[in-house]
């Protein structure tokens, strides 16, 4: 049996709902005056401190190939009753950086 053309579902066009972001930085620093109107600041930041994973990439292109109807004609089908989609529909292909520190040292005149 086929699918019908009318229950493909009821979510906006190009909705694709994936895992959520994530993500907590951090940052110490310390002020050092130097005299008059010289300053200094050192610095330490974390950035995604608590390492999460947050996906980038998802593919949200059905594209399918190989569309076969009921008739054998897409002008007067009124079921697709095969169809071959694309392999990485849905998958996320990449990630965020990991966790990452850093040092720094900011002088302000």
């Not at 994530?22 to 620093?29: E, M, P, V």
């Not at 079921?79 to 392999?87: C, D, E, K, L, Q």
């Amino acid at each position: 049996m086929g699918i019908p053309f009318t229950t493909f579902g009821n979510s906006p066009r190009g909705a694709c709902l994936g895992p959520g972001f994530f993500q907590t930085d951090l940052a110490f620093y310390k002020n050092i005056k130097f005299g008059g109107h010289m300053k200094g600041q050192f610095r330490f930041e974390i950035f995604n401190v608590f390492n999460t994973v947050n996906f980038v990439g998802v593919s949200a292109s059905l594209r399918p190939r190989n569309v076969t109807f009921d008739t054998g004609d897409a002008s007067t089908a009124t079921m697709i009753t095969g169809a071959t989609n694309s392999g990485t529909f849905g998958q996320a292909t990449g990630t965020r950086d990991p966790r990452q520190a850093q040092f720094g040292f900011k002088l302000m005149f």
